[in-house]
T-cell receptor, first 112, second 114 residues
Framework: GENVEQHPSTLSVQEGDSAVIKCTYS??????FPWYKQELGKRPQLIID?????GEKKDQRIAVTLNKTAKHFSLHITETQPEDSAVYFC???????????FGSGTQLTVLP | DAGVIQSPRHEVTEMGQEVTLRCKPI?????LFWYRQTMMRGLELLIY????????DSGMPEDRFSAKMPNASFSTLKIQPSEPRDSAVYFC????????????FGQGTRLTVV
């Protein structure tokens, strides 16, 4: 089955700096890669996703890149703000499996 | 739509007792997922349904766990008997087309088995 590795497990940045979280996946058939943000005590919520026919996608301060050849994808957050502090999960899904396999999560802390 | 609704939000039970967690998916969604979240193991998929039919239950940890979806608007996850190591947050999620669209999560049920 699919295996998703996520790094780093914790990340601290100064407010205004950029944050980058990286994930790798194992199943070359995977074609959908969402990122979820989970604030303390709350549910995971989708912040951005990318499909395998696209190499990059942006939404304001958030961007995701995908390298299908290397089987890795990354989340980039620019101009970080304290409210960006949360746990971020990457995930991958292949057409055959249909379900999402999640990475282990990254605790992002934005220091004021 | 109110989103995915789970109940109860918190459950504290004694070891050996039966626990039933409930989920109402978003209307029109035909996939429903049950996840378990712990610090040690992260987000684990336990089972998922398509059109009320269980498709993959390979993530169910053992026979003490069972899940049902009697209709399109209701699912249960049952643990019998419960054990302290079952303590976790259990999330239900639903989506329209699994694997290629957003999965919407419920608020979760925090289960504590003492």
């Amino acid at each position: 089955g699919e295996n998703v590795e996520q790094h780093p497990s914790t990340l601290s940045v100064q407010e205004g700096d950029s944050a980058v979280i990286k994930c790798t996946y194992s199943d070359s058939a995977s074609n959908y890669f969402p990122w979820y943000k989970q604030e303390l005590g709350k549910r995971p919520q989708l912040i951005i996703d990318i499909r395998s026919n696209v190499g990059e996608k942006k939404d304001q301060r958030i961007a995701v890149t995908l390298n299908k050849t290397a089987k890795h994808f990354s989340l980039h957050i620019t101009e970080t703000q304290p409210e960006d502090s949360a746990v971020y999960f990457c995930a991958a899904s292949s057409g055959s499996a249909r379900q999402l396999t999640f990475g282990s999560g990254t605790q992002l802390t934005v220091l004021p | 739509d109110a989103g995915v609704i789970q109940s109860p939000r918190h459950e504290v039970t004694e070891m050996g007792q039966e626990v039933t967690l409930r989920c109402k998916p978003i209307s029109g969604h035909d996939y429903l997922f049950w996840y378990r979240q712990t610090m040690m193991r992260g987000l684990e998929l336990l089972i998922y349904f398509n059109n009320n039919v269980p498709i993959d239950d390979s993530g169910m940890p053992e026979d003490r766990f069972s899940a049902k979806m009697p209709n399109a608007s209701f699912s249960t996850l049952k643990i019998q008997p419960s054990e302290p190591r079952d303590s976790a947050v259990y999330f239900c999620a639903s989506s329209f087309v699994a694997g290629n669209t957003e999965a919407f999560f419920g608020q979760g049920t925090r289960l504590t088995v003492v």
